[in-house]
Every structure is written in structure tokens, then in C-alpha cells.
């Protein structure tokens, strides 16, 4: 019989629908990608980000390696590339977007990565609309608002408004 880590060492398969790789639901994996996501929502990748997910303890919280981490990102970055492009930026619809939060199914785990999203996002000082796209997606699927986070709203610069151009 197989374990679910073992089961997170084989490639991942994709599905037409969701044409990034699939993790198990609640899986290490699962989460570091949205986690990746996230640092790369602003398009690019910062210093500052990495030095978030250490202070925080987020790859030892989530239960995986930085070595797992990298693999992840870099995973996810191949699957963004094979994306249709719009200008030299990807776009991920919001079925891809349902699709990556699905994945992650534990109230408590919700709540941990909307947590660590929100702190990379607001890590280097900017707020980037890709990033604030992703947060507000992230709480929209998972019917979260951002007091189920504790932390204030006020925490980001006077708040996180949803971006004018956001219909989720």
C-alpha cells in the first residue's frame, strides 16, 4: 500500500479543466503552490517573500522542505508557462483558481494559507493587483472573510481593497 507522501513523490497528472498539475486535497503540495502563487502574483520573485516564509515557519508548518518548496515553484512555473499569455503575463481564470483552492480542503489549513498569503503578499511593501486578485479569490472560495484571519484589516496599509476590477 502506498503513502500519501509517497504518493506526492510521482508527477502529478493534469486535467483538461484544470490544466496546472493536481495535488492530493490538503496536501503539503497543494498548499506550497498557492503559496508560490502568491509570490509570484506581483511578477516577481523577491528576497523578501523567501525571508516572510522563514520568519514565519510556513514550509516546516505546512510539512514540507525547502528543497519540496523549490520544486513546487518551479513546478508551477513550468505549468504557467505551457498558459496562454496575455502581453508576457499569465492569466489563471477563476475556474483555474477553484480548481488550485479545492485543493485544500481543512477549515484549519484555509485558514493558515489565507494567513501566509496574506503575509507574503503584503511582505516587500507593495500591493501588486495580481496579489490582491489572489486574496480576495482565495477568501471568496473558501467563503472566509478577513476577520476568520485575526488578523485586523487595517494590518495592510489601511486595508486590502478589493481591486475595481474584481467581479468574484
Known amino acids: 500500500m502506498m503513502t500519501a507522501q509517497a504518493r506526492e513523490r510521482f508527477?502529478?497528472?493534469?486535467?483538461?479543466?484544470h490544466p496546472l498539475r493536481t495535488y492530493a486535497?490538503?496536501?503539503?503540495?497543494?498548499?506550497a503552490r498557492l503559496v508560490a502563487l502568491a509570490m509570484l502574483a506581483d511578477g516577481r520573485l523577491?528576497?523578501?517573500?523567501l525571508a516572510a516564509l522563514d520568519r514565519r515557519g510556513v514550509l516546516s508548518a505546512i510539512g514540507i522542505t525547502r528543497a519540496d518548496f523549490y520544486q513546487v515553484l518551479c513546478d508551477l512555473c513550468?505549468?504557467?508557462?505551457?498558459?496562454p499569455d496575455r502581453r508576457g503575463a499569465y492569466f489563471l481564470s477563476a475556474q483555474v483558481l477553484?480548481?488550485?483552492?479545492?485543493?485544500?480542503r481543512s477549515t484549519a489549513r484555509r485558514k493558515s494559507v489565507v494567513r501566509t498569503l496574506f503575509d507574503v503578499i503584503r511582505s516587500d511593501g507593495h500591493l501588486a493587483a495580481g496579489e490582491q486578485r489572489l486574496f480576495w479569490s482565495a477568501l471568496d472560495a473558501w467563503r472566509m472573510r478577513m476577520e476568520d484571519m485575526s488578523v485586523p484589516p487595517s494590518a495592510c496599509h489601511g486595508g486590502m481593497p478589493r481591486p475595481e476590477h474584481y467581479y468574484g
Open 11 to 17: 508527477t502529478p497528472r493534469m486535467h483538461p479543466h
Open 25 to 31: 486535497p490538503d496536501s503539503p503540495r497543494a498548499m
Open 46 to 49: 523577491e528576497d523578501r517573500e
Open 78 to 83: 513550468q505549468d504557467l508557462a505551457a498558459l
Open 98 to 104: 477553484d480548481g488550485l483552492f479545492s485543493e485544500v
